[in-house]
């Protein structure tokens, strides 16, 4: 079952065209990776899935619905869950009223709860520290509250900009590996990143990004070996 499905999305910021005719799908229990380096379009493309910025031509469906014309804050109702670059905690929040913001339009405070305690097991850090000031915490922790405030509203598909921005190697393999546990466990991932090298250990396919264009998509073992991927992406 296609979970997710864009077709032929154009994006502009003013005149500039950060987008072109991308065509991307999702299918149920995928992990789906987007690699290009340093502005190919990539938090744009999550940008444009979450309604936070507007395509300009182009459809978005959510599990076979047509949801271009949603307000973020309906998409994120409908099961689209989403951890932006740079993490964007609420600093001055502690980690429990962090993941108590995730889970805004929950209106049973069982269910808050019962999302709070499988977020503590997910990340026993963050149970440690569910008092401090989400600002205070180190960058791998806020990334990991990132991921868990994504997570309260108990989505079907889960967006993921860049873990590894700005993270000491053992984070972001240690963040990885969470991500793929949670896709183990039947959660649908399109995870856009700039590290292939990491992103095709863990993602099941990926769409190449280059100047706002896919330019190859395959599987991630058929990019690994892909010579021409290896040199633009994999050289270190
Ligand atoms: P990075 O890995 O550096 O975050 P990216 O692949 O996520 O890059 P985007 O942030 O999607 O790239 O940016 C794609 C292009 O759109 C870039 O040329 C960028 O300068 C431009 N762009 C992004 N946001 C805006 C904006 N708000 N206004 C104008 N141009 C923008």
Redesign the pocket.
């Known amino acids: 079952m296609t979970v997710l499905k864009l077709e032929n999305i154009n994006t502009f ?2 005149h ?1 065209q ?1 987008l072109e005719n991308i065509a991307i799908d999702v299918q149920a229990g995928e992990f789906v990776t987007i690699l ?1 380096a ?7 493309i999550m940008k444009t899935i979450m309604g936070l910025v507007k395509a300009k031509t182009g459809t978005i469906y959510f599990n076979g619905r047509d949801i271009s014309q949603l307000p973020p804050w309906d998409r994120a109702g409908i099961g689209i869950g989403y951890v932006p ?1 740079g993490r964007r905690v609420f600093p001055d929040l502690s980690v429990e009223e962090n993941l108590r913001m995730g889970a805004y339009s929950v209106r049973d405070d069982k269910v808050i709860a019962a999302n709070i305690e499988k977020s503590y097991v997910l990340f026993p850090r963050l149970k440690e520290r569910k008092s401090q000031l989400a600002k205070t915490m180190s960058g791998g922790e806020q990334q990991m509250l990132a991921i868990a405030r994504a997570l309260m509203l108990s989505p079907k598909l889960l967006l993921i900009d ?1 873990i590894s921005m700005g993270l000491m190697p053992i984070l972001v393999n240690h963040s990885l590996s969470i991500v793929k546990k949670l896709n183990d466990a039947g959660l649908t991932i399109l995870m ?1 990143e ?1 590290n292939a090298n990491k992103a095709l250990k863990v993602a099941d396919r990926g769409y190449i990004l280059k100047t706002g264009k896919i330019i190859m998509q395959d599987t991630s073992e058929r990019l690994r070996n892909n010579a021409e991927v290896i040199k633009a992406y994999l050289g270190e």
């Open positions: 910021y003013g500039s950060a290009g340093n502005g190919a379009g990539k938090s744009t670059e860049e856009v700039q």
